[in-house]
């Protein structure tokens, strides 16, 4: 099952994250995940967080462009070589990775990556059956709700 | 569909009616400015020109040309034509391009222009049952005093609102049920887009027409308007120097503007050579003043570009129809040598589906020129993916290169970021320093 992920665009000037990060902050929005895409101009901040229509709320009542979609959710064992085999499962389903990102798992016990696909179906069917755990939303939240 | 006229019988003389009292009027306004203005006496003398030599328009080539340094070097009274005892009122440019023109009214100019003012609102539908928003600056600009005025000879209840404080000029348009909006194009756009979120549909106003002019804007921005209120936005144009807005206005055909013809003459000529052009092509509006007491002017250079149509227009009227400006030379930048206006940079952004907020930087790096252009993404272009961003930029940036032929540097920003005008809109910031 995909994981609701929060994009904002954040412009490449001084001040520009942390205006972000102090109005979750403000509204009690816990983050479990992020990763930022950045150009010259501007940049694309990526959340998974704890509320993400609260947060989103949010953001776009200050005029923040915000997009919410879905991006898949594994989990991979912590050994070498795991992350490679994954990417090349989707590699061999003609896949194509927009982008991902790493972050730890709440039990401790791998990381989750969050992948950006085209077909999260298709992308979430071929991992599953090459041995990986999707993970869903209370994954990564873990106990702290 | 029945045509209104605020002045029937003027608004539809017959063409060579017309022509013989532009004849009367132009003899009576020569010899006024020869015999009042010592400047213009000068002017006409060095040229070797004399009123005697003014028999109709036909001679009008004859004149010489005046143009705002004439205005400023005559700086404040040299140009006034009456007994300042007998002006009743100034008004003033802005002085954004250097220093301020000072114009003067008598009571009679007053009343002419208002005249005109009250034309083009009528033009626009515009009766006593009217409710009639200004929100046109007030003071020395000419934009809320005049159609101010035109608003009182039409008869309409008059909202002298002024420019800014959005907020209350929305709550004055809902509570005052407000039938047509005066104001900048800018502003009107930007109202629109205040009316959204304040989640107003195009319905839930009762306007039915605007009237915007006092800036440059484009046909595509007039559809964007028009959608987002819910009205027919009309043009209308004038400067201070020849009285303010009502010097030309467009009727439902939406074809173009009438000058008021019976009051300023218009020509069109080659801004490199003066001369005289023929109907149809493109070149520097000039026009001449026909009934001014205190601040008349003969053969006076707009530095606006546009072409003039003379084919009869279906709505009755018979005086001849201004196209809109590209823009005020002043607004004509030269970046690697190419002609360029920055509403065509504002054609090309809403035929790509962008909103009108943008900002065009121009500057000079290893002595070439760049174009920067800061155009605002809506929340449903917005994506994911840098590359889906950046895509749009290129795209835009080839779209822009379409048309001007040079290549700009496209930057999508978030909403908002860019100020928005509640008078004229300052969308262009030349860095370049080229003069010190």
């Given amino acids: ?145 | 569909m029945e045509q209104r006229y605020f002045n029937k019988e003027i608004e539809t003389m017959p063409r060579d009616e017309l022509t013989a009292l532009q004849s009367e009027k132009l003899k009576k306004q020569v010899r006024h400015v020869y015999d009042s203005v010592p400047y213009y006496r000068a002017l006409m003398d060095e040229k070797g020109v004399t009123p005697g030599d003014i028999n109709g328009i036909d001679d009008l080539y004859k004149l010489p040309f005046i143009s705002k340094s004439d205005l400023r070097e005559t700086y404040p009274y040299g140009m006034l034509a009456v007994p300042l005892s007998d002006c009743v009122r100034i008004q003033s440019t802005s002085g954004t391009t250097g220093k301020r023109v000072i114009a003067y009214y008598t009571q009679h100019d007053i009343d002419i222009w208002e005249e005109c003012c009250a034309r083009a609102i009528v033009a626009a539908g515009g009766t006593k049952d009217d409710v009639v928003q200004v929100c046109y600056g007030y003071g020395l600009f000419t934009g809320g005093p005049g159609i101010n005025g035109g608003s009182h000879k039409v008869g309409s209840l008059t909202l002298p609102m002024s420019s800014g404080n959005t907020d209350r000029q929305i709550q004055f348009m809902m509570d005052l049920k407000a039938t047509i909006l005066c104001c900048t194009p800018s502003y009107a756009a930007y109202i629109g887009e205040s009316l959204k979120e304040k989640g107003y549909s195009p319905d839930d106003n009762s306007l039915k027409a605007g009237i915007f002019g006092a800036e440059p804007w484009t046909e595509e921005m007039r559809r964007d308007i028009e959608k987002s209120l819910g009205i027919k936005a009309y043009d209308i144009y004038g400067l201070t120097e020849t009285s303010g807005p009502g010097v030309a206005f467009e009727c439902s055909e939406q074809k173009g503007m009438h000058i008021n013809e019976d009051h300023f003459l218009a020509e069109i000529i080659d801004p490199d050579t003066g001369e005289v052009l023929p109907d149809g092509e493109k070149g520097e509006l000039v026009f001449t003043s026909l009934d001014k007491e205190a601040f008349p002017l003969l053969r006076y250079r707009t530095r606006d570009i546009c072409v003039l149509d003379r084919t009869p227009c279906s709505c009755g009227r018979t005086h001849v129809r201004m196209a809109k400006p590209m823009g005020r030379s002043d607004d004509m930048l030269i970046i690697r040598g190419v002609n360029v206006f920055p509403s065509q940079i504002e054609t090309v952004l809403i035929n790509e589906g962008y909103a009108p907020n943008y900002r065009i930087e121009v500057d000079r790096v290893n002595n070439s020129d760049t174009l920067d252009v800061y155009v605002e993404l809506s929340p449903d272009q917005f994506t994911d993916t840098v590359g889906a961003i950046t895509a749009m930029e290129k795209k835009l940036s080839a779209a822009i290169t379409g048309i001007l032929g040079i290549h700009p540097a496209v930057h999508l920003v978030a909403p908002k970021s860019i100020e928005r005008s509640e008078g004229k809109a300052k969308r262009v910031v030349d860095k370049r320093k080229l003069h010190d």
Avoid: C
């Fill in chain 1, 1 to 145: 099952m995909a994981i609701k992920q929060l994009s904002v665009f954040v412009e490449n000037k001084r001040g520009g994250l942390v205006a972000i990060t102090d109005l979750l902050a403000g509204h009690g929005i816990d983050m479990s995940a992020l990763s930022i895409a950045d150009t010259k101009d501007f940049g694309i901040l990526r959340l998974i967080v704890n509320d993400t229509e609260k947060a989103k709320a949010a953001l776009t009542a200050n005029g923040i462009l915000v997009k919410v979609n879905e991006v898949v959710g594994i989990e991979i064992p912590d050994k070498p070589g795991e992350l490679s085999r994954a990417l090349s499962v989707l590699d061999a389903e003609g896949i194509n990775v927009e982008y991902l990102y790493a972050f730890i798992s709440a039990s401790g016990t791998g990381a989750y990556v969050a992948i950006r696909v085209e077909d999260n179906v298709a992308a979430e069917s071929a991992l599953t059956s090459a041995g990986f755990r999707t993970i869903t939303e209370k994954d990564v939240r873990g106990s702290k709700d």
